[in-house]
């Protein structure tokens, strides 16, 4: 007994194992039952073959394109004309007879609408009331409270122009833009940017400050009324509900546009950024800030009186007067920047269309060519680079890569090549002496420009215009191409 012991056990093990097997088959058979008796109640779900799931993502794909169609309203614009526009001008009778003269640049008897807002009235010559807008004199302001000791209370005036506009009851308006008597539209580019947008909606549109400072005291979302600002005639219904009520709560602020910018704000209304609307917060030569304008249509300029005449040796309303020439041929082009090279005689080009052309010695990659260089001091007359509320670059002051600048002399429009031509002539200046052993462009007088009007451009995605140098058989003459990039073209350096 004591040897079979160890062996019960084992037995005993078998034995139980042998016992549960009956019971483990009757399990497992129930839970098969079970599941088969799920999947007859609820069957699974038909596979889709290939095919199916390719028409399946098709029809989602039409949707999805129908309904991106329906929400984007820029594709094909709205139509919008200048006839639709009410341009709202805020002037001074004390600077009314310089100021004048540069609303005679672009306003267009017969085509433009709109007023001129004053102070006091002043005297107006037979032969101009017919080159100018009609004249109204800004209702009294003396009941609103004006607390800035660095201001003036015509702001209160001027920021009430646009609800005064609305009450002349103008038919079929859908815009009103607000400008200063120095500021000068390219009433062109207004119609293009303001066709863009759905003027049944609220909008407020327009631009920032070139001064990062004057961003900082006022405000980045607020539009500055010197370089001009749209609003939609929705908008303007609503604010004038509310304008008096509104500019009563800031007292304190400085001027009329911080005070619009405000009044948007209690509407929730943000500002939709347009950088063709210029300010021109600064003092000095334009050159640099218009040959790198950004790649957007120029709408406005503003400050004449305190920035050098753009053209040298010209008095300011005759050099803007010049500048605007070209629009007669292609306005959506004016001022818009190209870049080519001349790699045989190692140069670069920058063309700012209708306005400029400089060319340099050397190669210049185009990130730094398309960078505004500062020919132009801030707001604040500070050699500060950093007082700029976009990139900028020094001036070069080496030797031998300082431009050699060829202002507009002339546009006109060759019938028999189907393109306009545009003559550019040397600005004459001293040049420092240069010690490269290289072809100097000094022997360039004259740079003659080929070009296809382009109305279209700005309902293309934004691209500067392609450049090439053409051959040229008279001395002292450099011809170039400009005009839009083909399929796979970029700049050769």
């Known amino acids: 007994m004591t040897s079979s012991s160890p062996h019960r056990p084992l037995i005993a093990i078998i034995t139980a194992i042998r016992s549960s097997l009956p019971f483990l088959f009757l399990s497992l058979l129930l839970v098969y039952l079970i599941y088969s008796s799920q999947l007859l109640i609820n069957p699974p779900h038909t596979k889709i073959s290939c095919q199916d799931y390719s028409n399946l993502n098709t029809n989602t794909t039409t949707t ?171 908008l303007v219904k609503e604010l004038a509900k509310m304008q008096d009520r509104c500019i009563k709560r800031y007292p304190g602020l400085y001027g009329s546009d911080d005070r619009m910018q405000a009044c948007m704000s209690e509407l929730n209304v943000p500002l939709t950024k347009e950088p063709g609307f210029h300010q021109n917060d600064v003092y000095g030569n334009l050159l640099g800030l218009l040959s790198g304008h950004q790649v957007t249509p120029l709408v406005s300029l503003h400050h004449f009186d305190v920035i050098d005449p753009i053209f040298p040796g010209m008095e300011r309303v005759e050099s803007v007067k010049h500048l605007l020439e070209s629009t007669k041929y292609d306005s959506a ?92 002539s040397v600005h004459r200046q001293r040049q420092p002496k240069c010690r490269w052993k290289m072809v100097s462009p000094e022997k360039i007088h004259t740079v003659v420009v080929l070009k296809h009007e382009d109305p279209d451009r700005w309902s293309r995605a934004p691209r500067k215009d392609c450049c090439r140098v053409l051959p040229s058989r008279k001395e002292g003459v450099m011809y170039l191409w400009v005009g839009h990039c083909g399929e796979n073209e970029v700049i050769e350096v």
């Not at 709202?88 to 310089?98: G, V």
């Not at 670059?393 to 600048?405: I, L, N, S």
Request: aromatic share 14%; hydrophobic share 35%; glycine share 6%.
């Open 64 to 234: 999805t394109t129908n309904n991106t169609n329906n929400t984007n309203p820029q594709i094909t614009g709205y139509n919008t004309e200048l006839k639709h526009i009410a341009f709202c001008i805020a002037a001074s009778s004390k600077l009314w007879d310089s100021r004048k003269e540069y609303i005679k640049l672009w306003w267009r008897p017969g085509e433009t609408r709109g007023a001129v807002w004053l102070d006091n009235e002043v005297k107006i010559k037979q032969n101009e009331s017919l080159s100018l807008p009609n004249i109204h004199i800004s209702q009294p302001t003396s009941r609103f409270p004006y607390t800035n000791r660095q201001g003036h209370r015509s702001a209160i005036r001027i920021s009430r122009i646009v609800s005064e506009a609305l009450r002349l009851g103008l038919e079929d308006v859908r815009w009103f833009v607000m400008g200063d008597d120095d500021t000068v539209f390219v009433v062109e580019n207004v119609v293009r940017v303001l066709n863009k947008y759905n003027h049944n909606q609220f909008y407020y549109i327009g631009s920032s400050s070139e001064s990062h400072f004057q961003n900082i005291f006022f405000s980045y979302s607020m539009a500055y009324g010197g370089g001009g600002f749209a609003i939609s005639y929705p």
């Open 333 to 424: 082009s004016l001022i818009q920047q190209s870049i080519c090279y001349d790699t045989k005689r190692e140069w670069s080009v920058l063309v700012s269309w209708g306005f400029a052309i400089q060319i340099t010695r050397g190669i210049l990659s185009p990130r730094e060519l398309e960078t505004p260089s500062r020919t132009f001091v801030n707001w604040y007359k500070v050699l500060d680079f950093t007082a700029y509320a976009f990139n900028t670059r020094p001036v070069t002051h080496h030797p031998c890569q300082a431009p050699f600048v060829f202002y507009i002399n002339s546009t006109r429009y060759d019938e028999s090549r189907r393109q306009i031509i545009g003559i550019y």
